[in-house]
Nanobody, 114 residues
Framework: QVQLVQSGGGLVQAGGSLRLSCAAS????????MGWYRQAPGKQREVVAT???????NYADSAKGRFTISRDNAKNTIHLQMNSLKPDDTAVYYC????????WGKGTLVTVSS
């Protein structure tokens, strides 16, 4: 069984920054692909940033230049540093890890006020 515990998020003004964290625990024997999705009200869940088991990062166009994903393999933890936040970034952010199947965190709300 794998569990993902998310932290961070909250309310921030446009132009501000937030840092999300996601810690995976359970039966994890190797380094795995992890990442972040988000779902805004009335919209489908969309990818934000991903990081492979060897640290290759990929970003949605909306996140490029503003968000940075990083990982601490020893702690099975990833972070999402979000800078220059915009109201359009308002969403529930979900982290995931792929260990054969996809496992998801419960989500954390990010609200960016204009």
């Amino acid at each position: 069984q794998v569990q993902l515990v998310q932290s961070g998020g909250g309310l921030v003004q446009a132009g501000g920054s937030l840092r999300l964290s996601c810690a995976a625990s359970g039966t994890i024997r190797t380094t795995n692909a992890m990442g972040w999705y988000r779902q805004a009200p009335g919209k489908q869940r969309e990818v934000v940033a991903t990081i492979t088991s060897i640290g290759i990062e990929n970003y949605a166009d909306s996140a490029k230049g503003r968000f940075t994903i990083s990982r601490d393999n020893a702690k099975n933890t990833i972070h999402l540093q979000m800078n220059s936040l915009k109201p359009d970034d308002t969403a529930v952010y979900y982290c995931y890890i792929i260990i054969g199947s996809w496992y998801w965190g419960k989500g954390t709300l990010v609200t960016v006020s204009s």
